[in-house]
């Protein structure tokens, strides 16, 4: 197994991009990312996406990106793990260099969301839990997570307060940034007075809806330098 090294970022800002399409978004993060890289050819391109299908009528993104950004005759491939999609198109990324199946490979996670109601949007996020026994009942994602911080707070002997810093890191580590949807800090006490969406969860437990893409350029360590 070789050493593997990022050589290159990119990123869209996240939010509500009306005007651009999902492949125009994922353009935008691989461009960036493979100049930072500074790499002129490419081995594999792998796209981490979700929910393409439902809420754009599109599927076989590997092929629709590589076409779509000029990246042909390479090898192409959609990834898709729910909302761990891009994590998951990033270790398989690592785990063709690692395994010296490519050198060089471009990975990039997509997502465009905001174009849809909230009804269909809730609807398709509910196709990564279990059809037959879940989503068939009326459970949305958020119903279900509802369920699961009522039992951990019941098992843990936990108060709904005691969640609140996960939300003021993420907004304070968003401050700063950009790039960020939300990029501004939010108090404990703002936390505590936000509207409840699924009993214990509440509006600023919540992530939101919205679009954006980011890549990395993967290669082995030991020619990072040469690159």
Request: proline share 3%.
């Amino acid at each position: 197994m070789r050493d593997v090294s990022i050589i290159g970022i990119g990123q869209t800002r996240v939010g509500e991009h009306w005007d651009v399409s999902l492949r125009h978004l994922a353009l935008e993060a691989l461009l960036a990312a493979v100049v930072d890289a500074g790499v002129e050819q490419l081995d594999m391109l792998l796209v981490g996406n979700m929910l393409s299908g439902e809420l754009t009528g599109q599927e076989h993104l590997g092929a629709l990106i590589a076409d779509f950004t000029g990246l042909r005759g390479i090898e192409a491939f959609k990834i898709e793990a729910a909302c761990g999609s891009g994590a998951a198109a990033a270790r398989l990324g690592y785990i063709t260099v690692a395994g010296g199946m490519a050198d060089v490979v471009l990975v990039v996670g997509v997502e465009k969301m905001t174009d849809r109601t909230g009804a269909e949007t809730t609807a398709a996020l509910a196709m990564a839990s279990d059809g037959d026994y879940e989503a068939m009942h009326g459970l949305s994602f958020v119903s279900l997570n509802a369920l699961l911080m009522r039992r951990y707070m019941h098992e843990f002997n936990v108060t709904h307060e005691a969640f609140a810093p996960f939300t003021i890191n993420a907004h304070r580590n968003a401050a700063n940034n950009p790039y960020a949807m939300f990029p501004f800090p939010v108090s404990r006490e703002a936390f505590e007075r936000a509207q409840m969406i699924a009993d214990p969860i509440n509006l600023l437990d919540s992530s939101p809806i919205c679009d954006g893409a980011a890549a990395i350029v993967l290669c082995p360590t030991e020619l990072a330098s040469a690159l």
